[in-house]
């Protein structure tokens, strides 16, 4: 291979896999895993991402908020919402604005507090989302096709000891960081 086909070939390897495609053999392996789980993350978002856009006209963060209300029927604050969805109050805003416009959600009062507002799915919202969930599904299965139902459960059996593990080391440290 000449040194520029190999360049080329690099190339293509790191659009495809990242950052994780740079590494080399000295680098450290927590450092190749975390990288490798990126990747993969990454590949699986953004296939998801596409088809949510091309399906049904909507957003990951559009879906993911259809989700959270899904989950609680009694509806959630704004504050609880925009912590389940990692993303800042202002953006949550933004898309309850969309959504209440659109039907799929609406804005109540708390019965407990008249300072809170809480935030459900509408009928036609919990419709909607039951479609694109049925959906999203059958993607995800496809997406992960390619492992057989051994590497599955061995697969979420290690990300669940990973997650433990980080857990530990943030409350070594105090908790997590801000």
């Not at 990242?18 to 080399?24: F, K, M, S, Y």
């Not at 009062?109 to 809170?116: G, H, L, Q, V």
């Amino acid at each position: 291979m000449t040194g520029a086909a190999a360049v080329t070939d690099r190339d293509a390897a790191v659009e495809v896999l990242g950052l994780e495609a740079r590494l080399t053999e000295e680098d450290h392996s927590s450092i190749r895993l975390w990288l490798r789980l990126l990747s993969a993350a990454n590949l699986v978002k953004a296939e998801v991402q596409s088809r949510l856009r091309r399906t049904f006209g909507t957003t990951l963060s559009r879906f993911d908020l259809l989700a959270q209300l899904e989950r609680h029927p009694e509806g959630l604050a704004m504050g609880p919402l925009s912590k389940r969805m990692m993303v800042t109050a202002g953006n949550v805003t933004r898309l309850v604005d969309q959504l209440e416009a659109e039907g799929l959600v609406v804005r109540v009062p708390d019965a407990r507090d008249r300072r809170t507002v809480r935030v459900r799915l509408t009928e036609q919202g919990r419709r909607r989302f039951r479609t694109m969930a049925a959906v999203h599904e059958g993607w995800i299965v496809e997406l992960f096709s390619g492992l057989s139902r051994q590497e599955r459960d061995h697969l979420y059996a290690l990300l669940a000891s990973l997650k433990q593990s980080v857990a530990r080391a943030l409350a070594r440290e105090g908790g997590r960081s801000a």
